[in-house]
Each structure stands twice: as structure tokens, then as C-alpha cells.
């Protein structure tokens, strides 16, 4: 899946794959509903995206957008070939948690106010957008 939510360009990239990619369609449509154009990007499998031409990779993740974020509620490593030096991962680093599902997802960050939180913060480190308004 491959969307673009709001007016304009997009100005920060969320990626998930698995349940999480609906915890990104749910927080990409916040932030287009304050006027912070998204791109969302499912990825069901990296391997079959890297066999993917550069031209089609580029289209998918411009280098342009520096603002990135993934969300995977399990181990972050591998996600940084995807969000780069500027991006970052909400991730599950942890093991042997114990507790309801809805407890750890919410500890853990997997919240659409955390990841709404999460992109702030990654569009204001890239000078995208100013939130004085």
C-alpha cells in the first residue's frame, strides 16, 4: 500500500507493515486533518522491495522527504535502511513483557498519539514545518 494523505507534497513518510499499518493510516489522517501532508507505505516485504528498479524506490521513498517513520511492534533493526539518518523507528526492543496487548502497545508507544508525537518532533528536527501556528 502506497498513499498520500493531504494537500500538497508530502512532508513525512510512515511505514509499517503487518497490524502496525493500520496504527499509520489512523495517525497519517490526523495529521492531514491539521494540515500535514503523508505519505503511509505498507511493507509487506523489504527483500521484494529492494529487487524493485532505483527509479520505483525513489518514487515510493523520495530521498526529498527526510522526515521517516516506522512503526513495528517488534526488533527496529532493519528499519533504518528505510527511514535514514534523519527518520526513526518506534519499535519493540524489549523482551519478556508481560502483560494485555493493549497494555504493552500502549507502553510501548504503539499509540497513534505517540507516533503523532514521534512525527512532530521528526518534522520539526527537519525544519519542515514550524508549529507556532
Known sequence: MLADLGDGDPRLILMASGSEVALIVESGTELAAIGISVRLVSFPSWEF????????????????????????????????RCVGDHGAVIGL????????????????????EAIFEKAKKLLEDSSAISWDK
Open 49 to 80: 522491495f529492494q529487487m524493485q528498479p532505483k527509479e520505483y524506490r525513489e518514487r515510493v521513498l523520495p530521498r526529498a522527504i527526510r522526515a521517516r517513520l516506522a512503526v513495528e511492534a517488534g526488533v527496529s533493526m532493519g528499519w533504518d
Open 93 to 112: 526492543e524489549q523482551y519478556g513483557a508481560s502483560a494485555p496487548a493493549g497494555v504493552l502497545f500502549k507502553e510501548s508507544g504503539f499509540t497513534t
